[in-house]
């Protein structure tokens, strides 16, 4: 009888066993997908920065050991010509035809004071062993130009022709440049006949596209620039200064080592068989000041420039303006603002596929505006700005400590870069307003202890990170009536102070608004967020701010493997499907149980004593 009890027992201990092991079970799922949750937080959040450190736009491919001596080389003789010039040119009243300058394997042929501007057609009969016009049509330039202050040299077409082509000859092992050097540079070309500055490999016949031996190019120093329609093509290497097309104040000192050496005599015949002399080397004037002291000034418009080292290239100017222009294919920066540029403006121009940003302007420019710009597709971002001091305390030059500003950013549109779309690094009443910022990996960016920066009524669609960061230290931001739409957060206000309001955010897939550290200054109100994601406006990793009259009746949190888990499993559901598959549990063991038992009759204990016998016999049988 107590064999028989033990197994009507089994089935349903095997049911409670097998409940509480599924029970348990759940209970591990739960935990392990709340910490997957958590890890692919903490996943997010290492490669946001690991994106924001390790995006420095495309590799440069020259040689930066060669290039650099060949640029401290460029230097040098520079700084020769100009201490040549100031014993040539001593006394004002006495004009001085041009001449040449031996400087090293090469000539320079130097372009003196004087009222007429020198043009292309004299250039020709200044060096008609140097600037020879190809069958192709096209001037072959083979000699460096210095045009001194006081001293012009326009390039235009001629009239009635379809442009002007003026090629620098650029080789393995000899590249020419145009500088002025305190003088002025017109390129003054037409719609219909364009001037056009590029360079040109003799060996390959072809413009020169490696920049490890040097490469030609043109550059302003002090005086001024004009250059109107005109293509600008394959120049420049390694620096700023002999990036291609670069107009700046001051130059650096240089010692002359190895600039006295005699030239070649081949390059030394080419050079004399022409009417300008050969300047002997003697006592050399040392001026006053080696470099002009005044700021470059330029206006640039309709210009073309594609696979430069540096598209335009901008230093210590007042009074820049490049308007309806087109940079590309740089294969560092479209356009730069390094050094003290102020009062300058950029207006309806296009930077788009160059190697790091479009649009830079570095620390110490001032004043400047992007107005109507594009950049798209740039290796790092598409307009950087950087208003930080340049030091931050005493320093060997005793520069000041101050913050750089009052510049705008408007009406542009800014896509498709590797890093952000417009980066602003400290800086002071800053206005960031009315631009298109799409698909990059952060829209807006502000850091760097920033002040007083306006953001408003931009429009920011699908970037990959977040729409508006605004982080470390920034002060006194306003994010205004943006209309925010895709990515992963809208805005983002991390240890830094920041007005967000009426903001329209829509599609976003994580929080419409993040506050993480001291967001004592920080004020959220009257935001208009929808979209798909954990939590609308997101305050948990942050201590103070203030939160209030936001809208997000259209926030719906995203419906992924771990919501539903988590809404599946609440303590009183898990109790019911506990008791459940109890039952459940316990019938199939009792099913499974009956199916491997043997058929017997309900009444086999319980017979007839007939069935023990034979029943009646006959005596007969019997004997």
Do not use: C
């Given at each position: 009888?107590?064999?028989?009890?033990?197994?009507?027992?089994q089935?349903?201990?095997?049911?409670?066993?097998?409940?509480?092991?599924?029970?348990?079970?759940a209970s591990?799922?739960?935990?392990?997908?709340?910490?997957l949750?958590?890890h692919?937080?903490d996943?997010?959040?290492?490669?946001?920065?690991?994106?924001?450190?390790?995006?420095?736009?495309?590799?440069?491919?020259?040689?930066?050991?060669?290039?650099?001596?060949?640029?401290?080389?460029?230097?040098?003789?520079?700084s020769?010509?100009?201490?040549?010039?100031?014993?040539?040119?001593?006394?004002?009243?006495?004009?001085?035809?041009?001449?040449?300058?031996?400087?090293?394997?090469?000539?320079?042929?130097?372009?003196?004071?004087?009222?007429?501007?020198?043009?292309?057609?004299?250039?020709?009969?200044?060096?008609?062993?140097?600037?020879?016009?190809?069958?192709?049509?096209?001037?072959?330039?083979s000699?460096?130009?210095?045009?001194?202050?006081?001293?012009?040299?326009?390039?235009?077409?001629?009239?009635g022709?379809?442009?002007?082509?003026?090629?620098?000859?650029?080789?393995?092992?000899?590249?020419?440049?145009?500088?002025?050097?305190?003088?002025?540079?017109?390129v003054?070309?037409?719609?219909?006949?364009?001037?056009?500055?590029?360079?040109?490999?003799?060996?390959?016949?072809?413009?020169?596209?490696?920049?490890?031996?040097?490469?030609?190019?043109?550059?302003?120093?002090?005086?001024?620039?004009?250059?109107?329609?005109?293509?600008?093509?394959?120049?420049?290497f390694?620096?700023?200064?002999?990036?291609?097309?670069?107009?700046?104040?001051?130059?650096?000192?240089?010692?002359?080592?190895?600039?006295l050496?005699?030239?070649?005599?081949s390059?030394?015949?080419?050079?004399?068989?022409?009417?300008a002399?050969?300047?002997?080397?003697?006592?050399?004037?040392?001026?006053?000041?080696?470099?002009?002291?005044?700021?470059?000034?330029?206006?640039?418009?309709?210009?073309?420039?594609?696979?430069?080292?540096?598209?335009?290239?901008?230093?210590?100017?007042?009074?820049?303006?490049?308007?309806?222009?087109?940079?590309?294919?740089s294969?560092?920066?479209?356009?730069?603002?390094?050094?003290?540029?102020?009062?300058?403006?950029?207006?309806?121009?296009?930077?788009?596929?160059?190697?790091?940003?479009?649009?830079?302007?570095?620390?110490?420019?001032?004043?400047?505006?992007?107005?109507?710009?594009?950049a798209?597709?740039?290796?790092?971002?598409?307009?950087?700005?950087?208003?930080?001091?340049?030091?931050?305390?005493?320093?060997a030059?005793g520069?000041?400590?101050?913050?750089?500003?009052?510049?705008t950013?408007?009406?542009?549109?800014?896509?498709?870069?590797?890093?952000?779309?417009?980066?602003?690094?400290?800086?002071?009443?800053?206005s960031?307003?009315?631009?298109?910022?799409?698909?990059?990996?952060?829209?807006?960016?502000?850091?760097?202890?920033?002040?007083?920066?306006t953001?408003?009524?931009?429009?920011?669609?699908?970037?990959?990170?977040?729409?508006?960061?605004?982080?470390?230290?920034?002060?006194?931001a306003?994010?205004?009536?943006?209309?925010?739409?895709?990515?992963?957060t809208?805005?983002?206000?991390?240890?830094?102070?920041?007005?967000?309001?009426?903001?329209?955010?829509?599609?976003?897939?994580?929080?419409?608004?993040?506050?993480?550290?001291?967001?004592g200054?920080?004020?959220?109100?009257?935001?208009?967020?929808?979209?798909?994601?954990?939590?609308?406006?997101?305050?948990?990793?942050?201590?103070?701010?203030?939160?209030?009259?936001?809208?997000t009746?259209?926030?719906?949190?995203?419906?992924?493997?771990?919501?539903?888990?988590?809404?599946?499993?609440?303590?009183?559901?898990?109790?019911?499907?506990?008791?459940?598959?109890?039952v459940?549990?316990?019938?199939?063991?009792?099913?499974?149980?009956?199916?491997?038992?043997?058929?017997?009759?309900?009444?086999?204990?319980?017979?007839?004593?007939?069935?023990?016998?034979?029943?009646?016999?006959?005596?007969?049988?019997?004997?």
């Amino acid at each position: 009888m107590s064999g028989r009890q033990s197994g009507a027992k089994q089935p349903v201990v095997i049911g409670i066993a097998f409940g509480l092991f599924v029970g348990i079970l759940a209970s591990v799922v739960v935990v392990r997908v709340s910490l997957l949750g958590e890890h692919a937080a903490d996943t997010m959040a290492a490669s946001t920065a690991a994106a924001e450190t390790v995006a420095a736009g495309r590799a440069y491919p020259g040689d930066s050991r060669a290039e650099a001596a060949l640029v401290e080389a460029e230097s040098e003789r520079l700084s020769y010509v100009r201490r040549v010039s100031a014993s040539a040119v001593g006394d004002a009243t006495v004009a001085t035809p041009p001449y040449r300058v031996r400087t090293g394997t090469t000539y320079t042929l130097v372009l003196t004071p004087r009222e007429q501007p020198y043009s292309a057609p004299e250039l020709a009969a200044l060096a008609p062993g140097t600037f020879q016009r190809d069958p192709d049509g096209f001037f072959l330039l083979s000699e460096n130009i210095v045009v001194l202050g006081g001293a012009t040299l326009a390039l235009a077409p001629e009239e009635g022709s379809v442009g002007l082509d003026i090629r620098l000859a650029s080789d393995t092992d000899f590249f020419v440049s145009i500088v002025t050097s305190g003088g002025s540079l017109v390129v003054d070309g037409t719609e219909t006949a364009p001037v056009s500055l590029s360079s040109w490999s003799r060996s390959t016949g072809a413009p020169d596209t490696q920049t490890t031996d040097g490469r030609a190019y043109v550059r302003v120093i002090g005086g001024r620039a004009s250059v109107s329609h005109a293509d600008v093509s394959d120049l420049g290497f390694w620096s700023g200064n002999t990036g291609g097309l670069a107009l700046t104040g001051t130059d650096e000192a240089a010692t002359f080592d190895g600039l006295l050496d005699p030239a070649p005599d081949s390059v030394s015949a080419a050079a004399t068989a022409t009417g300008a002399p050969v300047l002997p080397p003697g006592p050399l004037v040392v001026p006053g000041s080696p470099t002009p002291d005044a700021l470059v000034t330029a206006g640039l418009d309709n210009l073309r420039v594609s696979g430069n080292a540096f598209g335009v290239f901008i230093a210590n100017a007042h009074g820049v303006l490049l308007r309806d222009s087109s940079i590309s294919d740089s294969l560092v920066d479209g356009v730069v603002f390094h050094r003290a540029v102020e009062n300058s403006s950029i207006v309806r121009t296009e930077s788009r596929d160059n190697g790091v940003d479009g649009f830079r302007a570095a620390r110490s420019s001032t004043d400047v505006a992007f107005t109507a710009v594009t950049a798209t597709g740039n290796g790092r971002d598409g307009l950087a700005l950087d208003g930080r001091p340049l030091a931050a305390g005493p320093s060997a030059t005793g520069t000041a400590v101050v913050d750089y500003g009052d510049s705008t950013i408007a009406r542009g549109e800014f896509s498709h870069n590797g890093r952000y779309g417009i980066a602003v690094s400290g800086g002071s009443d800053l206005s960031i307003r009315t631009n298109e910022v799409a698909a990059n990996l952060g829209g807006i960016v502000v850091d760097g202890d920033a002040s007083d920066v306006t953001i408003s009524d931009n429009r920011l669609t699908d970037q990959v990170r977040q729409s508006i960061a605004i982080r470390d230290g920034v002060r006194a931001a306003s994010v205004v009536d943006n209309s925010i739409a895709g990515g992963d957060t809208a805005v983002y206000v991390r240890n830094a102070g920041a007005t967000v309001e009426r903001n329209t955010v829509s599609r976003v897939s994580n929080h419409g608004v993040t506050l993480v550290g001291d967001a004592g200054d920080v004020t959220v109100t009257a935001n208009v967020v929808a979209g798909f994601g954990s939590i609308p406006i997101f305050t948990e990793d942050s201590e103070g701010g203030t939160v209030a009259h936001n809208d997000t009746a259209d926030w719906h949190p995203a419906i992924t493997v771990a919501t539903v888990v988590n809404a599946v499993f609440q303590p009183l559901t898990i109790v019911w499907i506990l008791l459940a598959l109890v039952v459940v549990g316990t019938a199939l063991a009792t099913r499974a149980s009956r199916s491997t038992a043997t058929i017997r009759h309900p009444y086999a204990d319980r017979v007839p004593i007939s069935a023990f016998t034979r029943g009646f016999v006959s005596r007969e049988s019997m004997k």
